[in-house]
């Protein structure tokens, strides 16, 4: 195992896998937004690693860094009513909050 | 004391001055209180402090502008934005790491521009406060810091393009970005019809800047500097010295 704290998880997606938001408790802080909580998307773009949100708000500098992704959702994914089924919305989170799907 | 002096005194009390501004937030006391303490441990002086103001206020939609004129009349600087934005701004002279070497203002050394197509619309958003691409649109506008359009457009994007005036058609995919994390967002919307031939310059002057937010598109002949249009009103006051003979 290697000393250096700071090195990242190994990014597990890969752009155009489906994942979905996990549905984590909220200690303290978070930037994950409630609306894609439990939510199906696919990843867009893998953009950087970097620190948590929740790591970073504690100055948990050591704290093991994460991929970064843009996912795309449906937006008839996240609000059951919209009328328009090609619209979409795209939103960044890191890896630990996601997890894999299958449809 | 005086019946009259007792008189005066509450009568002062009677027209209490009415607060001039609104109470001042938690976050601009600690603004200051920081400021100050850094000010005396000599991290910086006053004057410096003013001069830094001064220069990320002057910050315009100017550098976003020249960026999409560039992008339009060169495919290759396009596609070299699509592929590395922070570096593609370094060839319209904006270095995101300005001022400190560490990205001040940009908050992060992450930017993606988005692309508009015939059949694609991107319009930007903070769900969570106010990220906006600083280096190349200076500071956001006050409504899109606001509560209202931070969480109905997530939800309501084509009714809150309607409220801006723009009406998309419903065979436009309409693609919200919600920039709540280290990657800033800009627009870069599809040029218009009848700008055939234009210059860069020209090009630059309808590139405004909610039209690399998304709420507006661009088009031939509305620039920047439109004056606002100003309806007289039905029932006009006469001024006071057109009034007297």
């Known amino acids: 195992m290697s000393s250096d704290k700071s090195a990242g998880v190994p990014a597990r997606f890969n752009v155009?896998?489906?994942?979905?938001?996990?549905?984590?408790?909220?200690?303290?802080?978070?930037?994950?937004?409630?609306?894609?909580?439990?939510?199906?998307?696919t990843i867009a773009a893998r953009t950087y690693e970097d620190l948590t949100p929740e790591d970073e708000a504690w100055n948990r500098d050591d704290a093991r860094r994460e991929q970064y992704y843009i996912v795309?959702?449906?937006?008839?994914?996240?609000?059951p009513e919209y009328p328009f089924a090609a619209d979409t919305l795209q939103t960044e989170l890191p890896d630990g909050w996601l997890e894999p799907a299958n449809n | 004391m005086s019946h009259s002096h007792d008189h005066d005194h509450e009568h002062d009390h009677e027209h209490p001055a009415a607060p001039m501004v609104e109470e001042i937030t938690d976050f601009e006391v600690l603004e200051i209180a920081v400021r100050e303490l850094a000010i005396e441990k000599g991290l910086f002086t006053a004057e410096d402090h003013?001069?830094?103001?001064?220069?990320?206020?002057?910050?315009?939609?100017?550098?976003?502008?020249?960026?999409?004129?560039?992008?339009?009349?060169?495919?290759?600087y396009k596609a070299r934005v699509l592929n590395d934005a922070v570096e593609a701004c370094k060839e319209i002279g904006i270095d995101w790491t300005e001022p400190t070497g560490s990205g001040t203002p940009s908050d992060y050394?992450?930017?993606?521009?988005?692309?508009?197509?015939?059949?694609?619309?991107?319009?930007?958003?903070?769900?969570?406060?106010?990220?906006?691409?600083?280096?190349?649109?200076?500071?956001?506008?006050?409504?899109?810091?606001?509560?209202?359009?931070?969480?109905?457009?997530?939800?309501w994007p084509r009714q809150v393009l309607a409220e801006f005036g723009l009406l998309m058609s419903p065979e436009v995919e309409i693609r919200v970005e919600d920039s709540n994390q280290k990657c800033r967002f800009m627009v870069l919307p599809?040029?218009?019809g009848g700008t055939e031939g234009w210059s860069e310059e020209q090009l630059a002057?309808?590139?405004?800047?909610d039209t690399m937010i998304g709420v507006a598109l661009p088009r031939a002949g509305r620039t920047a500097d439109d004056t606002r249009p100003v309806h007289k009103a039905r029932r006009p006051v006469p001024h006071e010295t057109e009034a007297r003979p």
Not at chain 1, 19 to 37: C, G, W
Not at chain 1, 72 to 79: C, E, S, T, V
Not at chain 2, 56 to 68: M, N, T, W
């Open chain 1, 16 to 41: 155009g896998d489906r994942v979905r938001v996990r549905e984590l408790p909220n200690l303290f802080y978070t930037r994950t937004q409630m609306y894609v909580r439990s939510v199906t998307g």
């Open chain 1, 72 to 79: 795309r959702f449906r937006q008839k994914d996240l609000w």
């Open chain 2, 50 to 76: 003013r001069k830094f103001t001064e220069w990320a206020e002057q910050i315009g939609p100017a550098a976003g502008s020249r960026l999409v004129a560039k992008a339009w009349t060169d495919p290759a």
């Open chain 2, 109 to 155: 050394m992450n930017l993606r521009v988005l692309e508009d197509t015939p059949t694609l619309h991107h319009v930007i958003v903070c769900t969570l406060c106010s990220c906006y691409p600083r280096p190349l649109l200076g500071h956001s506008p006050y409504w899109y810091r606001s509560p209202n359009y931070r969480r109905r457009l997530i939800r």
């Open chain 2, 190 to 192: 599809a040029r218009p």
């Open chain 2, 205 to 209: 002057e309808i590139v405004t800047r």
